[in-house]
Each structure stands twice: as structure tokens, then as C-alpha cells.
């Protein structure tokens, strides 16, 4: 089982639809949390870090359940630039450091 | 936000010969910074991490005398591909740390023919 999960999708919804990843991830000394989005053949670009409070921006709003380990990416009235791989990524210790666990991606698909 | 640059963008190559390759944080400080490497639609495998004044620390199957690592400076990484092979082509992406997040560079896309 992989450290970090996703489901790979593709999720194909259309424009203006809203639609949810959730990611779950097993080391409960995880601390810090964060999605990315990654266009074909670009480098990741961060979309939010997820605080336990859950947080929002525009329209994009991101939780964090600590006891079912999970986050999750919520995206309303989708655009067709919203088009992209949805990279969860857990921070957590390890040999005195910090180490960042990417998920695999969702990839996601606006149809118009 | 952060700024992250990486040089050179794309590369071609002879097999046998060697490749640097450059990161940056423009407008930060990086005391760490993170290789990455991601063939073709699969998820990025963490290569490294390059810690700035000490030995880069490679993950589990990279040959760290095949992928030299040196972070002089709070702003600079560099990666080296010594005597690259085809199987060594990929797109190679570094990070740098700015507090908890990660900040990315562009990428570089190798070629080795």
C-alpha cells in the first residue's frame, strides 16, 4: 500500500460542475499538507497548503481530517483551464527531518 | 510568490557524456532543495535532497556517484548526469523550500541519445 493515495482518474466532468479528490495517507505523523496541480509536461505548481481548519480559496477549498487521515480538494463551477493532474503531497518526519510524499495525481478532465 | 528557475530548459546528448543542471530560487533563500525525476505519465520520484554546505542525501536505488549533487549556496543546486545513458532520459525538476512548501522549477528535459 502506498504511503500516500490517490485515484488516478480521469474524473471528466463538464464546465461548471463541481467535483471532489479526496487523498488518504497512512503515516499518522504526517504534519504538513498540500495540493499541487500539474499540467502535461510542466512542473508542479502549488494550488493550496490544507490547514486543519480547511481553507478556501475562490474556488477551490481544501480539508484536512486528521482522524481518517485524509484530505480532500473540492472544486466548484469548474473551468475548462482547471484541465490538470491533482498532486497530494504529505509532509512528514523521518531520520531527524522532513520528507514530502507526493500521491500518484488525479487527473481531471472540463469538458465543455 | 516564490520563484524557482532552472537551467538548461531542454538538452540533447551524446550517451557518455555529462549534464548539468542548474536550479535556483530567485527571490528566496534554500538551505534545502529536492531533485526530482518524472518519466513519461508517471508521478514525480524524489531523487535527492541537497541540503545547502553538506552532502546531498539520495534516495534508495539513486547512484549518488552517477548524480552529483553540490548546493554551495542558499540559492543555487546544481545536479550532474556523469556519463549519461539513454535510459537516463527524463524530465528532472528540483524544488526549493520556502518555509513548509515546496516551490518548483520548470524543469529540464534530457535527452541522451
Known amino acids: 500500500r502506498k504511503e500516500v493515495e490517490q485515484d488516478p482518474g480521469p474524473f471528466n466532468v463538464p464546465e461548471g460542475a463541481t467535483v471532489a479528490f479526496n487523498c488518504t495517507y497512512s503515516n499518522s505523523a504526517s504534519q504538513s499538507f498540500f495540493w499541487y496541480r500539474q499540467d502535461c509536461r510542466k512542473e508542479p505548481k502549488l494550488l493550496m497548503s490544507?490547514?486543519?481548519s480547511g481553507n478556501e480559496d475562490g474556488r477551490f477549498t481544501a480539508q484536512l481530517n486528521r482522524a481518517s487521515q485524509y484530505i480532500s480538494l473540492l472544486i466548484r463551477d469548474s473551468k475548462l483551464s482547471d484541465s490538470a493532474t491533482y498532486l497530494c503531497v504529505v509532509n512528514r518526519p523521518t531520520s531527524g527531518t522532513y520528507k514530502y510524499i507526493f500521491g500518484t495525481g488525479t487527473r481531471l478532465k472540463v469538458l465543455a | 510568490g516564490a520563484v524557482v528557475s532552472q537551467h538548461p530548459s531542454r538538452v540533447i546528448c551524446k550517451s557518455g557524456t555529462s549534464v548539468k543542471i542548474e536550479c535556483r530560487s530567485l527571490d528566496f533563500q534554500a538551505t534545502t532543495m529536492f531533485w526530482y525525476r518524472q518519466f513519461p505519465k508517471q508521478s514525480l520520484m524524489l531523487m535527492a535532497t541537497?541540503?545547502?554546505?553538506?552532502?546531498?542525501?539520495?534516495e534508495q536505488g539513486v547512484e549518488k556517484d552517477k548524480f552529483l549533487i553540490n548546493h554551495a549556496s542558499l540559492t543555487l543546486s546544481t545536479l550532474t548526469v556523469t556519463s549519461a545513458h539513454p535510459e537516463d532520459s527524463s524530465f528532472y525538476i528540483c524544488?526549493?523550500?520556502?518555509?513548509?512548501?515546496?516551490?518548483f522549477g520548470p524543469g529540464t528535459r534530457l535527452t541522451v541519445t
Open positions: 541537497s541540503n545547502e554546505g553538506s552532502k546531498a542525501t539520495y
Open positions: 490544507v490547514y486543519s
Open positions: 524544488s526549493a523550500l520556502g518555509g513548509y512548501e515546496q516551490y
